[in-house]
């Protein structure tokens, strides 16, 4: 190393190499940098240098170092198209596009989600920015290293935009689509400021990410304030009323007072209900093309396995994750076993808090809802319970739970569409060692109480 380039170290890090301990430490991150320079020119993608023997003083730059640390380039972007379709399925196809940034070492415009469900009129998608949705510095911050968004206001226009035309059809392997990301990643292609890819929703992507990758991303979802502060008033008042369910049953040999009631958390049950007439349509075509009978189930046996579930406490307090058009429909409210007692939004009267809000932000709040309660019951072929079980599955392995067979877990989830222990529903947690994320796509029976 020449003289420049030592003086240079030296002014990076603040000191004087007639010290020891200095020298030291240069030479070790010279070392780094040395095997950090070749590692990243043996997988292309990866990095934003190639290593040769002249251009140490490049690798050793600040601003190159700063670089390094983000992972992500900052100056080469992905542009995807608008994003549809229920919330869920939007998270999804958030977390594709990011996954497919990231494999292009490129970051990701941020991407314009959908308010409504109406995804084939182009005039009725009620675009809504991802962060009015999401907070957007908050997941740079949380997923730093691993994913990036951008603002269009970072393009500089410096050397343009290519179309990337995604294929499609049955002669469109998975092994092609990787092909073609492979290729987007180096060459003549690479050079170009932005990709922008055009055609299908990402959702329907192909998928080369294992679920890992996927929690990766969804972990640095956060809400923005305006939402989580609505979610928080529907799970104040769904605890509000069961603490006074509790007052009224408990008695004075049990040692609960007014003071007690009054701080005591209590739990609550939320079930994710899948009877609307749209849904037992699909349902039923879908269990007739893939052969499985575990896929609908109405409204009484729905009831009957929830109320089988082993030790659940009475009495307590279910929210009913439903469709607006059920909400009139005072026959879902009954039927319910002894000591659980079942509130929707209008029962609950929390209606009013989702009327001002769209499709989407609704979705988000009930989302929330689900994912807070103390025992979760949903579809395991619904994207929404799906997601919400893998939400809840990542909480306990950071407690350090990986099964829930047999024990009593925080965060337990179930799927009443499969029997379980007792005629209850089946215990349910995401296996978090699929290679692809197909299963929580598009459902699945093989469900298992372990996350492994």
């Known amino acids: 190393m020449d003289l420049s380039s030592n003086c240079k170290l030296s002014r990076l890090f603040g000191c004087h190499f007639t010290s020891l301990t200095c020298k030291c430490c240069l030479a070790l991150v010279t070392m780094a940098l040395f095997f950090r320079a070749i590692f990243l020119h043996s997988f292309p993608g990866y990095g934003v240098i190639e290593w040769n023997k002249n251009n140490l ?40 596009a990011c996954l497919t940034a990231r494999m292009l070492n490129r970051t990701l415009l941020m991407p314009s989600l959908s308010a409504s469900l109406f995804y084939k009129e182009l005039d009725r998608l009620q675009p809504i920015s991802f962060d009015k949705v999401f907070r957007f510095e908050r997941f740079n911050s949380l997923c730093k290293g691993f994913a990036r968004l ?32 492979k290729e987007s990643s180096r060459g003549f292609l ?41 979610a928080d008033k529907v799970v104040s008042k769904i605890r509000r ?30 079930i994710h209900m899948r009877v609307e007439i749209d849904w037992m349509i699909h349902c039923k075509n879908l269990e007739e093309r893939s052969g499985i009978n575990q ?72 989302y929330e809802v689900c994912s807070r309660a103390d025992i979760f019951i949903g579809n395991s ?34 799927a009443y569409n499969i029997p379980g222990e007792s005629n209850g529903p089946r215990k349910w947690m995401t296996n978090m060692s699929d290679s692809s994320l197909k299963a929580i796509s598009y459902g699945s029976n093989a469900i298992s109480c372990r996350s492994f």
């Open 57 to 96: 003083d490049l690798i050793l730059s600040p601003s190159l170092l700063l670089e390094f640390n983000d992972g992500i380039r900052e100056d080469k972007f992905l542009e995807v198209p608008q994003i549809v379709w229920g919330l869920n399925n939007q998270k999804i196809a958030l977390a594709r």
């Open 150 to 181: 951008g603002r269009y206001s970072d393009l500089r226009s410096q050397t343009g935009i290519h179309d990337l035309q995604k294929g499609s059809g049955r002669k469109w392997t998975v092994e092609r689509d990787l092909e073609q990301l």
């Open 381 to 414: 072929f619904s994207t929404f319970s799906s997601l919400i079980v893998l939400d809840r599955t990542q909480r306990m392995i950071k407690m350090g739970i990986t099964s829930s067979c047999g024990v009593d877990v925080r965060w337990p989830s179930y």
């Open 295 to 366: 896929i609908c189930s109405n409204k009484q046996e729905i009831m009957q396995r929830v109320g089988n579930i082993v030790g659940l406490e009475s009495p307590t307090v279910a929210y009913l994750a439903l469709a607006d058009s059920l909400l009139n429909d005072s026959s879902i409210l009954d039927g319910w076993t002894k000591g659980l007692l079942p509130f929707e939004k209008k029962k609950l009267r929390v209606d009013g808090i989702y009327k001002k809000h769209p499709y989407l932000i609704q979705s988000a709040i009930d």
């Open 241 to 270: 009323i069961g603490r006074k369910l509790r007052r009224k049953t408990e008695t004075v040999e049990n040692n609960f007072n007014a003071q007690g009631s009054s701080s005591r958390r209590v739990p609550y049950v939320a």
């Open 190 to 230: 690479d050079e170009y400021e932005v990709i922008r890819i055009v055609g299908k929703n990402p959702f329907l992507w192909n998928d080369h990410w294992p679920v890992k990758d996927y929690v990766r991303v969804f972990e640095c979802l956060v809400l923005v304030d305006e939402i989580a502060k609505e």
